[in-house]
């Protein structure tokens, strides 16, 4: 069902493990204030999901334009992104609650037979287990990056399960923007 044109590959991918264990111990870091880019108080209902580059120097750095598989989906720092995402794989398979409620973008679209939008990262972590089902999981523990379904609505993860996003203000922030528990795995 993908085809070549939205499904762009990802060259230079790094080891499974070691991604793993660097995207945790980013996690952490970042749970803990380290490493943080902009500033530290972001305001009543901000989001702190991965922002892009604040600064000149950090922007020259980032991919061009051609280099940039997720431009379809609006999103302008492909690095920052990549960074968002494994965060958002080693925070959902370690069942973080608090980590995964940083790396949503509110408010957050979640279909299925009871569908909801989600106002709060208070009420995400209090519904997580119904929001963050076996399949979305799955789904996401699978995913690489590489094979990421990009469009114009975002990134999709899986067969639907889970969907990526950038925020409209600049600095653009990176995040989970709808989530579909109901979906089941894609069989071959």
Same mark, same amino acid.
């Given at each position: 069902?993908?085809?070549?044109?939205? +499904?762009?590959?990802? +060259?230079?991918?790094?080891?499974?493990?070691?991604?793993?264990?660097?995207?945790?111990? =980013?996690?952490? *870091?970042?749970? &803990?204030?380290?490493?943080?880019?902009?500033? *530290? $108080?972001?305001?009543?209902?901000?989001?702190?999901?991965? #922002?892009?580059?604040?600064?000149?120097?950090?922007?020259?750095?980032?991919? *061009?334009?051609?280099?940039?598989?997720?431009?379809?989906?609006?999103?302008?720092?492909?690095?920052?992104?990549?960074?968002?995402?494994?965060?958002?794989?080693? +925070?959902?398979?370690?069942?973080?609650?608090? +980590?995964?409620?940083?790396?949503?973008?509110?408010?957050?679209?979640? $279909?299925?037979?009871?569908?909801?939008?989600?106002?709060?990262?208070?009420?995400?972590?209090?519904?997580?287990?119904?929001?963050? #089902?076996?399949?979305?999981?799955?789904?996401?523990?699978?995913?690489?990056?590489?094979?990421?379904?990009?469009?114009?609505?975002?990134?999709?993860?899986?067969?639907?399960?889970?969907?990526?996003?950038? &925020?409209?203000?600049?600095?653009?922030?990176?995040? =989970?923007?709808?989530?579909?528990?109901?979906?089941?795995?894609?069989?071959?």
């Amino acid at each position: 069902m993908l085809n070549s044109m939205t +499904a762009l590959p990802y +060259a230079k991918r790094k080891k499974k493990g070691f991604a793993a264990f660097a995207a945790f111990g =980013i996690a952490l *870091s970042l749970l &803990s204030g380290c490493g943080q880019t902009g500033t *530290s $108080n972001m305001g009543a209902g901000a989001n702190k999901a991965t #922002t892009a580059p604040t600064n000149q120097a950090e922007a020259t750095n980032a991919m *061009s334009k051609e280099d940039n598989p997720f431009e379809a989906a609006g999103i302008n720092d492909p690095k920052a992104f990549i960074q968002m995402f494994e965060l958002a794989k080693a +925070a959902v398979a370690a069942d973080e609650k608090a +980590a995964v409620a940083e790396l949503i973008l509110l408010p957050l679209q979640v $279909n299925g037979e009871t569908p909801m939008k989600i106002k709060s990262k208070e009420e995400f972590i209090e519904k997580y287990d119904q929001i963050m #089902t076996k399949p979305v999981k799955d789904a996401l523990a699978a995913q690489q990056v590489d094979d990421l379904f990009v469009r114009d609505q975002g990134v999709m993860v899986g067969n639907g399960q889970l969907w990526f996003g950038a &925020s409209a203000e600049e600095p653009q922030v990176y995040g =989970i923007i709808a989530v579909n528990p109901d979906v089941a795995p894609a069989t071959s």
